[in-house]
């Protein structure tokens, strides 16, 4: 969004200017979801829960 709302001559570095914006907000919500299984996955609680 920086990038579309500043233009080329204020590139943030956040996000690589070739991406769409859909694609840039589909890849967050990729790495949330990966990143809350992860610690889903690995919590001991969970895991002692069922016997994992």
Excluded: K
Aim: charged share 20%; hydrophobic share 40%.
């Amino acid at each position: 969004m920086a990038a579309t709302q500043l233009g080329a001559a204020c590139p943030t570095g956040i996000v690589q200017p070739d991406q769409s914006l859909t694609q840039q907000v589909v890849q967050d919500w990729l790495n949330e979801f990966e990143r809350i299984q992860l610690m889903l996955r690995t919590s001991g609680r969970l895991r002692e829960i069922h016997g994992d």
